[in-house]
């Protein structure tokens, strides 16, 4: 069976960092892409970032352009989110996710990620 387990979230004030990692267990993702996407309160789902699994190809929402970096680990099966300049736009429920087929680009939509994992609160002060 397959789980995604993340950790690093937090309370944060403005203008501060956070490192989210996202370890797979279950099976190995190392071909495929995986994804964090967020949840604020009241509003849907949306796409954060992407990478493909060899790490060459990142997609980013256009708000955490030059703010957050994913990346990731083939041999601890670990996707990473890290975030700088934090603001209290970025609270929301994070999500990691990983594309169960093997594809060369990796997709900015949700439809796309078979396996997900239970979410992790990040929560930005002023």
């Known amino acids: 069976q397959v789980h995604l387990v993340e950790s690093g979230g937090g309370l944060v004030q403005v203008g501060g960092s956070l490192r989210l990692s996202c370890a797979a267990s279950g ?11 967020r949840q604020a309160p009241g ?3 949306e796409f954060v ?21 994913i ?5 601890k099966n670990t996707v990473y989110l890290q975030m700088n300049t934090l603001n209290a736009e970025d609270t929301a429920v994070y999500y990691c996710a990983a594309d169960g087929s093997i594809t060369f680009y990796p997709s900015r939509g ?3 990620y078979e396996y997900w ?5 990040v929560t930005v002060s002023s």
């Open 71 to 75: 990346s990731r680990d083939n041999a």
């Open 27 to 37: 099976r190995t993702f190392s071909r495929n892409a995986m994804a964090w996407f």
């Open 43 to 45: 509003k849907e789902r």
């Open 110 to 112: 949700s439809m796309n």
């Open 49 to 69: 970032a992407t990478i493909s699994g060899n790490g060459m190809w990142t997609y980013y929402e256009e708000s955490v352009k030059g703010r957050f970096a």
């Open 117 to 121: 994992g239970q979410g992790i609160q």
